[in-house]
């Protein structure tokens, strides 16, 4: 079984530009999410899909962040006007059951970097 | 809102010796406690986890303990070995179904020969 994949695993763009960065999660996962880690402090939950449906978005940081998840299979997160606090790592995450509390399998990460 | 803490940030431990990492959280509806452990260019990865009905929870050298009653958890590692070296998470979950987990700062562990 294929696990969760990011591309791509590293981006370098200057402030003002636009990054959109892509998960595709394990097949027949329902729920993804969106983490990030900034400078080597904690990861922090950004959003949660259920399917195609945003279940839980309380971690988005402002309205420079989209996330989609179009057809409820790989999702994407753009980040426009990118700032210098946007930096540091974001991963995702896929589990498969909704409504009991089981393993997210997390992505590689990429590495944004805003100059 | 919901707040995991972790200590250390560092730990460096003989090899064959014993690493523990202890956290708190903050709400008290939290009943899933999953620790990760990041190795260099890769996510987290899950290798236990505990849910508040059960103390404790052992899977050959890795062991981890509850007290809800003081919001604490912590995860032992035992006979430790060089691959046992990377970055470790602890986190809380607070809700029963599937969502967010809110993890701790991490902890690098370095384990010497």
């Known amino acids: 079984e294929a696990g969760v994949t990011q591309f791509p695993s590293h981006s370098v763009i200057e402030k003002g530009q636009t990054v959109t960065l892509r998960c595709d999660p394990i097949?027949?996962?329902?729920?993804l999410y969106w983490y990030r880690r900034v400078m080597g402090k904690e990861i922090k939950f950004l959003l949660h899909f259920v399917k195609e449906s945003k279940q839980d978005e309380s971690g988005m940081p402002n309205n420079r962040f989209l996330a989609e998840r179009t057809g409820g299979t790989y999702s994407t997160l753009k980040v426009q006007p990118a700032e210098l606090e946007d930096s540091g790592v974001y991963f995702c995450a896929s589990s498969r059951l909704a409504g009991e509390a089981n393993e997210q399998f997390f992505g590689p990460g990429t590495r944004l970097t805003v100059l | 809102g919901e707040n995991v803490e972790q200590h250390p940030s560092t730990l460096s431990v003989q090899e064959g010796d014993s690493a523990v990492i202890k956290c708190t959280y903050s709400d008290s509806a939290s009943n899933y406690f999953p620790w990760y452990k990041q190795e260099l260019g890769k996510g987290p990865q899950l290798i236990i986890d505990i849910r508040s009905n059960v103390g404790e929870k052992k899977d050959q050298r890795i062991a981890v303990t509850l007290n809800k009653t003081a919001k604490h958890f912590s995860l032992h590692i035992t006979e430790t070995q060089p691959e046992d070296s990377a970055v470790y998470f602890c986190a809380a979950s607070p809700y029963s179904s599937a969502s967010k987990i809110i993890f701790g700062s991490g902890t690098r562990l370095s384990i010497r020969p």
């Open positions: 097949s027949g996962h329902d729920n």
